[in-house]
T-cell receptor
Framework: AQRVTQPEKLLSVFKGAPVELKCNYS??????LFWYVQYSRQRLQLLLR??SRESIKGFTADLNKGETSFHLKKPFAQEEDSAMYYC??????????FGSGTRLQVQP | NAGVTQTPKFQVLKTGQSMTLQCAQD?????MYWYRQDPGMGLRLIYYSASEGTTDKGEVPNGYNVSRLNKREFSLRLESAAPSQTSVYFC???????????????FGEGSRLTVL
């Protein structure tokens, strides 16, 4: 079955430490991939998309087709990065499937 | 600049009661969605409407019905609420172009529903 997996429910790091939020997918073909973020008391919003090759708020995400992964990385975590992060592949039908999410906790 | 507005924000129901969650967007988007968010399970798609006049089932449609009233509005109805439907419900909209489009979903603030 096609699915997306975020293996960590909670990731806790100290401020200034590197962060890697894991996302693995098992879709055939080459899905477009996105990361969404939900900060406390804010709406879920797009963080970045693979197709744009962009870096947003210091985060980057590399698509590794061999490992079927799309991990989200940031070299130096900040306290304001604390949030819930969702990996979301788009596989057609004009709808996104979301992973179960990883809560990132950045401690001072 | 309202974006996506959903009502009510909170609701408590008894088992068997019915209710409708309302959603409206002012961005002239073609596609609208209803997701539910449960701890440890992330967001799961209930129903979506790729364009006005069409609706399709998502991952967890059982127990729900939807109506795409017009381009702006997309409602979610629980005909006979069950405790398993206790969740936070999110409405979202997007404007897809071709097969990929922008991929950006704009979300409402969420509706917290408790079924006793």
């Amino acid at each position: 079955a096609q699915r997306v997996t975020q293996p960590e429910k909670l990731l806790s790091v100290f401020k200034g430490a590197p962060v890697e939020l894991k996302c693995n997918y098992s879709y055939s073909g080459s899905p477009e991939l996105f990361w969404y973020v939900q900060y406390s008391r804010q709406r879920l919003q797009l963080l970045l998309r693979h197709i744009s090759r962009e870096s947003i708020k210091g985060f980057t995400a590399d698509l590794n087709k061999g490992e079927t992964s799309f991990h989200l990385k940031k070299p130096f975590a900040q306290e304001e990065d604390s949030a819930m992060y969702y990996c979301a592949p788009y596989t057609g039908r004009r709808a996104l499937t979301f992973g179960s999410g990883t809560r990132l906790q950045v401690q001072p | 600049n309202a974006g996506v507005t959903q009502t009510p924000k909170f609701q408590v129901l008894k088992t068997g009661q019915s209710m409708t969650l309302q959603c409206a967007q002012d961005m002239n988007h073609n596609s609208m969605y209803w997701y539910r968010q449960d701890p440890g399970m992330g967001l799961r798609l209930i129903y979506y409407s790729a364009s006005e006049g069409t609706t399709d089932k998502g991952e967890v449609p059982n127990g729900y019905n939807v109506s795409r009233l017009n381009k702006r509005e997309f409602s979610l109805r629980l005909e006979s609420a069950a405790p398993s439907q206790t969740s936070v419900y999110f409405c979202a909209s997007s404007d897809w172009e071709g097969n990929l489009g922008t991929g950006e979903l704009f979300f409402g603030e969420g509706s917290r529903l408790t079924v006793l």
